[in-house]
C-alpha cells in the first residue's frame, strides 16, 4: 500500500511456527485534519481462513493498541468492512459513519477507538 515504507508506519505479524498466519498494519493518517489528536489508521487486518476464530485477530489489534498508546498515540481509526464490525465492536470500537462503499471491495464503516 502506499506508504508503506515510511517510517511511521508499523506492520505486525502473529506467527505460529514462523508461519505468518495474520498480519495487520498501522499507518499515520488523520481522520479528520481538525483533530488535534495523533491518529493512526488501520488497515490490512487480516487473518488465515484456516486459524479464523482463535483470537489471532483480538491479540494482533491488542498488540497494535499497546505499541500505539506507548508511542502515545490518542485514536485508532479503520475502514472496516461492513462484515467484520461485529469483531471491531468487540474490540470496543464504534461505528463513527454511515455504511459507504469501497469498488470491487464492499460496504464499510469507519470505525474508531479511543487509546488515550
Ligand atoms: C475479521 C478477522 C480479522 C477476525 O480475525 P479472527 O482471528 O478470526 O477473530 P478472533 O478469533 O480474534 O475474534 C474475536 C471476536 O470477534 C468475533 N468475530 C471475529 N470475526 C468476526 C466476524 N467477521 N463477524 C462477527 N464477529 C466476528 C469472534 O467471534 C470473537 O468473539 P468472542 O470474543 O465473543 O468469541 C478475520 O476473520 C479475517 O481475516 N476475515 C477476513 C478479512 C477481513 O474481513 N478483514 C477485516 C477487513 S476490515
Redesign the pocket.
Known amino acids: 500500500m502506499e506508504g508503506d515504507d515510511l517510517k511511521s508506519t508499523k506492520h505486525i505479524g502473529a506467527f505460529i511456527n514462523s508461519e505468518c498466519v495474520?498480519i495487520l498494519s498501522l499507518f499515520e493518517a488523520k481522520i479528520d485534519d481538525h483533530l488535534d489528536e495523533y491518529q493512526y489508521q488501520l488497515r490490512g487486518?487480516?487473518?488465515h481462513p484456516k486459524?479464523?476464530?482463535?483470537?489471532?485477530?483480538?491479540?494482533l489489534i491488542e498488540f497494535a493498541e499497546h505499541e500505539l498508546r506507548k508511542m502515545q498515540v490518542n485514536l485508532l481509526w479503520?475502514?472496516?468492512?461492513s462484515?467484520?464490525a461485529?469483531?471491531y465492536d468487540?474490540l470496543n470500537f464504534e461505528i463513527i459513519s454511515e455504511e459507504f462503499h469501497i469498488p470491487d471491495v464492499g460496504p464499510?464503516f469507519v470505525m474508531c477507538k479511543k487509546l488515550r
Do not use: Y
Not at 479503520?78 to 468492512?81: F, G, P
Open positions: 495474520g487486518m487480516a487473518v486459524f479464523q476464530g482463535q483470537e489471532i485477530g483480538k491479540k479503520c475502514n472496516a468492512r462484515s467484520a461485529n469483531f468487540k464499510h
